[in-house]
């Protein structure tokens, strides 16, 4: 009767019956919530949606998570408690919405669990300018909570005296869980692999929605946190002596000849040893070299280069080759290092023992968003010193993709940064076209015959790494016309396939093999990608057949300038060395030594590419301490990652502090420094009287360079 009496006097209201009752009122507060983050997704984040069913995921996002969580306040029987519960629920939800918009304007990325329990040193590096990041529409994300209690307080808006039935909350419950599930499998079915690699938070944001986002990164903090816990120095001292019995001699005769050159580390997207060399045929009969210039390149009298190296990257893939190549030890198994642990880790990286050892600046140019696979975040910790990510190019519709900027707009525009980096300098290209799916090159851009398989994929990536390799070609060019590729040392390296093992049986005929004669020791063949150090002055370089992987480079490439490696912990050998033991373990624990390809129980004879069907006993031995040596290494690079082992590294390296780094307003940092040093600085820029050399740049297109051939 009382609720009656209570409708009665509401026959005379604005408001609609189902606002008085407690699932109408739910259903409000999930639509209010829904509303803030449409909007914020709209005008505050940038998410890089790509199609209407990214817009569809998107806009449900919200629903699964809102109404999940508010079904809490459901089982509470007494009413008033119920209410608040719900308020409570939604004010924290809103709050986590509204950090994140704030942080995001000063930050483009998303709060981390780790962020805020740091909290203390982003608002110390914001100073007085966090107040400058409100604007006055922000009430808008809370305007709602004084309309909705002045409307309770004026009793236009009741509460629902009777409690809610325990069997309908579970419903609601349930039917959010099923929800939720439902978005996370289309978000798999549009981005496969998007929770165990994760990408970028951007990814999970676009896809999930910030409430999974941030359960889901407490998750992965929870549990990096607990093998840190676990971890002693104790541990490292067992990585320590795996090290001292590793290491590899550095070869006298190379030891220091690139001693004080600037270095260029190049990182050829997607690209694969059998690209070097290779002609593709066209409809005509006609050969057409793919990558011209990195073949000359290849074959230089000044290159020493590697035909038998092998990618070793996980599911982190163009991080895991950074994560490689800079530090000598190897990505995690179960997932990206560089967003797992990237941001937490303590590192001795190639930028900052460079810097330290050798006074060296260090630069990495990229042109897509900082924030994918957490870069912003862990080159800070590599001890770079910039970082130019796509917020430093001018990026529209017509030079860029999904994965970012051409490659030849890339390296032209780099140039004017790059000119103001003080020598030495140790600077990183991330290029990115030669990328699947290999598609992308339209207008003059395209051209290059693509190949004729069943598979557009692979019909593609020749025409890709063609322009890859074009856009190489212009850089180098203008890097004689300044000068700077005299003084240099250039580390051109494949991160990973391009062509994946589940094409390769298409593949296989541009080979010259038939898909019947492809086996698992063809797909382990495939894992090479090619690595030279070019060092224009030296004469007798040379192709080595020495086996190695991307773990053995850093120290190859210090050796070369003259820095002793004996006293960090790097899992690598120098390739030079004779003392290496071309023992090369992929990161799902498969190898490849000269004589063997073992994959999982298969053994191979690398010789003769045949199955080693019946090994013998003294086989099985040789194959045993074979793989005791590549247990060794990835377990002593697990320990060393996963327990953050680095931390407790007594060698003369000063502990990076990402804090120091800023990657903002970075034209304005080498100026400034530029000034400061007066006539001592060493940049092209002050070389060249104050005076940009940005004009030296050339870019033609393939259909320009076509016409000029004829
Ligand atoms: C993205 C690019 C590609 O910025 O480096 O990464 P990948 O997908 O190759 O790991
Ligand atoms: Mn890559």
Redesign the pocket.
Known sequence: MAQEGMFSTLKHSYYPNWINKRIGFLCLMVGLFWLKTCFSYLFEFNLGIENIFQYFLLFINPFATAFLLFSFSLYLRKPRAAYITLFVLSFLITLLLFSNVVYYREFSDFLTVNTVLGAGKVSTGLGESALKLFRPYDLFYFIDYFVLIILFIRKKIRMETKSFAFRKAFAITAASSVLLLANIALAEMDRPELLKRTFSREHIVKYLGLNVFTVYDGIQTYQANQHRAQASESDLKTVQDYVKEHYAEPDPTKFGIAKGKNVFVIHL??FQQFLIDYKLTDEEGVEHEVTPFLNSLFHSQSTYSFKNVFHQVGS????DAETLMENSFFGLDQGPIFTQLGGKNTFQAAPAILQQEAGYTSAVF?G?AGT??NRNETYKRFGYNYFFDSSYYDVNKDNSFQ??LHDKPFFQQSVQYLEHLQQPFYAKF?S?SN??PYSQLKGDESGFPLADTGDSTINGYFATANYLDQSLKEFFSYLKSVGLYENSVFVLYG??YGISNSRNKDLAELLGKTKEEWTDYDNASMQRVPVMFHIPGQTDGSVSETYGGQVDVLPTLLHLLGVNTENYIQLGQDLFSSQRDQVVAFRNGNFVTPNYVVIGNDIYDNKTGELIEDPSEEVQKEIQALEAKVTAQLTSSDELTNGDLLRYADSSLKTVDPDDYNYKNQLEQLEKIEKEKGNKSTSVYSQNNNTSTTDLYTVKSYKELLKGTK
């Open positions: 997207e997607s982190g893939k163009t991080s990229h897509n994918f696979w994965y970012g991330i990115v990328h699947y991160d990973h």
